[in-house]
């Protein structure tokens, strides 16, 4: 046995590092994965002699005895996943030379100089004066977010949410530079945990935009009408909104977490968490037009939202040095066919795939406001009666508790709505859907139709009957939804462990 073994080692702290490019591609071309953590452990014993008897890695350096023992131990314990632990941000470098566009800084949109805000605001009115055809046109960019071609491409609630998104962005981004004299223009990020909205955003024309036509959805209702501005409430209403869903916690749990299911949400067992939970809640927070799906995109803060969604995406990237395609990989718990699979790694319209958008550097783009300080790693909840007696655990927060409103069937319920977890009738928290007018004939969102939502929440607040209730918006009314024409909820309650 060697000497000095790492104690205790896991895949995501020691495992994942003992691999180098050279090593990934050779053993690649041998049916060997070394980019995943279960391609590791499905391989693991072959892995291991190859190693120990000196015939990988191949043309490099010899593991030592120490490594080598270390991923005995390894395999010995029970193949542990373990977290990565968050780092300071580094510079990025790109990587693939095929994308070329002039490099793009995203500012801080409260902290745009004078001449950056006419330059932008002259980008804006140049798109929006377009004929609603030309393919630069903000209709015509705006439009391929839903309305008016919609089930095309709706990327909400999966795995290719952030990279079809991140390519949106550079899109929209490219449209407003073909705007004379506005080549070098980019989209700033809204920080939307920040205590307050940039003022420019509720004047022209960042505050509105006219709809040139008619848009129907798929049901014939008419979701915008010819001539009529779209609508969005008020700073103040926005940010109370935003402090009602919790959108802040949301976003700091999100952040600390390693693992990429965990960060973006709607994982496996399909709980609606992580950071898309936090963008739907920001939707539905700015209304009544970003609270539609169907036509979201019209309303021009959608993209300050977005480029801070892309921000905080990023920012989690470099955060945990997973800004390369392996490396991204590595902090996968699911499978990696959406960024491997050319059947299912594809991200129309665009011709770039979701494994081509992991390096934000590629494209030129880069934000403002690197991480500062990365987050604590979340508490996580239990989703199962039992855990595997490898792992360890401990309660995170005894006077707190998970409660879960599960299987609530969300194609049944017309566009974005609320879930709300009440005790003795009294509201104690809700959480937020966004969705489109027309949910079960979306492809996307009938692969996961049935959605749970956890609720974290003092044990002290849950006196008397819990009970849940769906709410919709109806022309600027909260409408309480039949949970009897949602499926069949039910509620549970969840100790979080850590």
């Known amino acids: 046995?060697?000497?000095?073994?790492?104690?205790?080692?896991?895949?995501?702290?020691?495992?994942?590092?003992?691999?180098?490019?050279?090593?990934?591609?050779?053993?690649?071309?041998?049916?060997?994965?070394?980019?995943?953590?279960?391609?590791?452990?499905?391989?693991?014993?072959?892995?291991?002699?190859?190693?120990?008897?000196?015939?990988?890695?191949?043309?490099?350096?010899?593991?030592?005895?120490?490594?080598?023992?270390?991923?005995?131990?390894?395999?010995?314990?029970?193949?542990?996943?373990?977290?990565?632990?968050?780092?300071?941000?580094?510079?990025?470098?790109?990587?693939?030379?095929?994308?070329?566009?002039?490099?793009?800084?995203?500012?801080?949109?409260?902290?745009?100089?004078?001449?950056?805000?006419?330059?932008?605001?002259?980008?804006f009115k140049h798109i929006m004066s377009l004929e609603d055809d030309d393919p630069n046109s903000y209709f015509s960019v705006a439009g391929m977010h839903w309305l008016p071609k919609p089930d095309v491409y709706c990327r909400h609630h999966e795995n290719a949410y952030n990279p079809w998104h991140r390519l949106y962005m550079i899109r929209f981004e490219d449209a407003l530079r073909s705007a004379p004299g506005c080549e070098k223009v980019t989209v700033p990020y809204w920080d939307i945990a920040a205590k307050k909205i940039p003022d420019f955003l509720f004047e022209p024309p960042f505050d509105a935009y006219v709809y040139p036509r008619d848009l129907f959805n798929l049901e014939g209702k008419q979701m915008a009408r010819k001539g009529d501005p779209t609508q969005r409430n008020n700073a103040k209403e926005i940010l109370d909104n935003l402090k009602g869903y919790g959108v802040n916690g949301i976003i700091a749990g999100a952040m600390g977490q390693s693992h990429w299911e965990k960060f973006n949400g709607w994982d496996a067992g399909n709980t609606h968490d992580g950071i898309i939970s936090a963008h739907d809640a920001g939707h539905n927070s700015c209304g009544p037009t970003m609270h539609e799906q169907d036509i979201a995109a019209f309303d021009p803060i959608f993209w300050f939202f977005h480029s801070n969604w892309d921000r905080l995406w990023w920012d989690w990237q470099r955060s945990f040095g997973a800004t390369t395609l392996d490396a991204f990989k590595s902090h996968l718990t699911g499978p990696s066919d959406w960024l491997d699979d050319?059947?299912?790694?594809?991200?129309?319209?665009?011709?770039?795939?979701?494994?081509?958008?992991?390096?934000?550097?590629?494209?030129?783009?880069?934000?403002?406001?690197?991480?500062?300080?990365?987050?604590?790693?979340?508490?996580?909840?239990?989703?199962?009666?039992?855990?595997?007696?490898?792992?360890?655990?401990?309660?995170?927060?005894?006077?707190?508790?998970?409660?879960?409103?599960?299987?609530?069937?969300?194609?049944?319920i017309p566009g974005s709505f609320d879930v709300v977890l009440q005790a003795r009738g009294k509201e104690i928290a809700r959480k937020a859907i966004f969705q489109s007018s027309t949910p079960s004939r979306c492809a996307t969102c009938r692969k996961k139709g049935l959605a749970n939502f956890d609720f974290e929440v003092p044990l002290a607040k849950l006196k008397g009957p819990l009970s849940v209730k769906i709410l919709v918006r109806r022309r600027g009314r909260e409408l309480a939804f039949p949970l009897s024409q949602a499926g069949q909820p039910s509620i549970n309650a969840r100790l979080l462990l850590a």
């Open 1 to 123: 046995m060697a000497k000095n073994p790492t104690p205790a080692p896991t895949y995501m702290g020691e495992i994942r590092n003992f691999f180098t490019q050279v090593d990934k591609d050779c053993m690649a071309r041998m049916g060997i994965d070394l980019s995943t953590y279960e391609g590791v452990k499905f391989n693991a014993l072959r892995i291991y002699f190859k190693v120990r008897d000196g015939e990988m890695p191949l043309g490099g350096k010899r593991w030592s005895k120490e490594r080598v023992e270390t991923f005995y131990q390894w395999m010995k314990a029970g193949y542990q996943r373990g977290k990565a632990a968050p780092g300071r941000a580094a510079a990025v470098r790109r990587t693939d030379k095929r994308f070329t566009r002039p490099p793009a800084k995203r500012e801080d949109a409260a902290a745009l100089s004078g001449d950056q805000l006419e330059k932008l605001a002259e980008a």
């Open 342 to 412: 050319p059947v299912l790694n594809g991200l129309p319209p665009f011709a770039q795939t979701s494994a081509e958008t992991i390096n934000l550097a590629d494209f030129d783009v880069s934000y403002g406001k690197p991480v500062q300080k990365p987050a604590k790693p979340a508490p996580q909840t239990l989703l199962s009666a039992s855990l595997p007696a490898t792992e360890t655990f401990a309660l995170a927060a005894p006077d707190r508790v998970s409660v879960r409103a599960k299987n609530i069937d969300r194609l049944q």
